[in-house]
């Protein structure tokens, strides 16, 4: 007797849609992917508590015909592809053929769509997969895809559901995901009560950065504009990687935004990767990018990125999940690399930090109320779709603090509480005008009541001018407060903060010296004894050759007690054991986690910072002339190994505004 049968297609398609469908956010990814397929420049998501009761996509795309229409809610039925070549050369965002289907699945949907070939368009109702009605029906042009009570025929899955503000923020999250990725389109999302993301078309992704998160973030970015690398390709799919002979050459380029060192998270959530207009997560692309940021920002804290990589759909294999947020390339290691130099390139050549202060405007900002204060909230979580695919991808990493604002914080603008991740709604720019105005300087009146422009003055306002590097010809002035050397050249006034710079110096020199295993150590005069905690104990047991290395000589002196014989040759005897210290305690709980990369990278920062030169310390020219000039041969002048900003400029432009000499 055979106990084995196929499975009637309902339930095939019920199977299929606890892939693809998870939560109301998946339904307006297939949906808004499908309508960016259809060709369409104008997408409208409505939804009501939060996609649980009502998800409607609605476009102006080429809509479909009545038999399509049918068609479409077949399993595996598609006009995306025709054999399985094609899955190797997919450059629509939709192939499977599944979502349709797997949706009508789980919910009561309705579509109504026509072709521009047919007179009237055509009605089809299907209720938990069954097919309910077709009609016909007078329709402009376009596709609406109406999907009400989610997995209302499969009560589990709705128990999973999460609060109708959360399900509302991952669908928010992800229509301004899509409307970055294309700002050539306009997006809107509308829930009963509120306009959550409303743009228009703008040129470029600068504007449309602005138009969705406002000025402030962008200030905190860089703008990466296109680089293209040439990459040697095989005409044949699935040729090695090694094969001597490649057959021609495809065009790989990368553009984005990348943030400044000092903008600084405390997780991954703000880091998005666009392969040829999908969004994605990619193990490899993060870690490109925090490759690129190695030694400019401290190893456990992450940078906001917003990338786009494109190149022949031939060289990346989409097909590797039903809700294809994972990708596979064919020269991974080539697209590593390339991604990885390109960011850092750009890293390097930032300007430093703008030396006019930093916006205000967010302080300002006034109350969220209702439900777009739940939206901004729950905004703060994991984004959506993506979470599944960067656990299974993603070895675990410590985070410290999780909270919902604090992953959206950055130490240089402590009340910022954006990110990539809508706020609440902010009103649009003029059209065309690419406004900083929140980036301006707050000036105040004799009085003190704050005013537009400096009293009697114009405005100096940031240059978003091209890349500088950081200059070998500065000539120091004097410090302000002992702290803060003033210098110049002929771009302007420069202010770098001594004690940073100089531990950049030091940082980038224990490196190399570490790696040339040549760090000296300096014998005490008296050993410094040190009482440990037990978890300090344990973690000295786990390091102690890579002290050794770093120039330390650490023995056993009691039962709780170590001697430190040997310290790092820069570092005076009363800071020995405070340095130990704060390696230990820094290592003690993510020990295990960390790479031995990483694990120097923190014991050169702590050397560097113990080992510099402090605030609040008189230095002659000479000194300072030395310190400028071993800073502009660092590798990365601009930000010290804790991320923290070491340069501001006064530009003479901003200079000669501001005395009103243009
Ligand atoms: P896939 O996108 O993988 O092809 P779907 O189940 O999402 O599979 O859609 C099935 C088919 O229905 C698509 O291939 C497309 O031809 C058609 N379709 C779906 N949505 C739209 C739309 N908004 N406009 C025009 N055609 C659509
Ligand atoms: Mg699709």
Known sequence: MSIIHILPEAVANKIAA?????????????????????????????VEAGGKRLVRVEDNGCGMSH????????????????SA????????LGFRGEALPSIAAVSRLVLQTRHASEPAGTRVEIVGGKLRDVSELGWPSGTSVEVRDLFFNTPARRKFLKAESTELSHVASLVTHYALAHPEKSFRLASLSNEIVNVSPVPDSRQRIYQLMGGQLLDQLIEMTPVERRMAVYSAPGAPDDDETP?????????????????????RNSIYF???????????????????????????????????LELPPAEVDVNVHPSKTEVRFRHSGFIHDFARDAIRQRLMTSRPV???PLPKAAQQRSAIEGDEAEVAEALAEEPPLLRGAEERSLEPFPSGEHGPASAWRSPAAPTEATGFRLSAPRPAPRPGVLALGESEPIFRDPAGAPVASP????VPRLEEAGASEFPMDLKPLGQVEDSFIVATNAEGLWIVDQHVAHERVLFERHQRLRREKKVEGQRLLLPVIVELKPEQQATLGEIAEELSANGFDVEPFGQRTVAIKTAPADIAPQDVQRLLLEILDELGPEMRAISLEVLRNKISASVACHAAIKVNMPLDRNRMEWLLRELARTECPMACPHGRPIVLRYGLKDIRKAFRRT
Request: aromatic share 8%; net charge negative; no cysteine.
């Open 18 to 46: 606890g892939e693809v469908v998870e939560r109301p956010a998946s339904i307006v990814k297939e949906l808004m992917e499908n309508s960016l397929d259809a060709g369409a420049d104008r997408i409208e998501v409505s």
């Open 67 to 82: 038999d399509d229409a049918l068609l479409a809610f077949e399993r595996h039925a598609t006009s995306k592809i025709r």
């Open 85 to 92: 070549e094609d899955l190797f050369d997919v450059a629509t």
């Open 247 to 267: 057959s021609e050459a495809v065009i790989v380029r990368l553009w984005g935004f990348i943030s400044r060192p000092e903008v600084q998270k405390l997780n």
């Open 274 to 308: 666009f392969v040829n207009r999908r969004l994605v997560r990619d193990r490899l692309i993060l870690h490109a990018i925090t490759e690129a940021y190695r030694n400019v920002l401290p190893p456990s804290v992450f940078p906001v990125a917003l990338i786009f």
């Open 354 to 356: 703008a030396a006019f």
């Open 455 to 458: 009293p009697g003055g114009a």
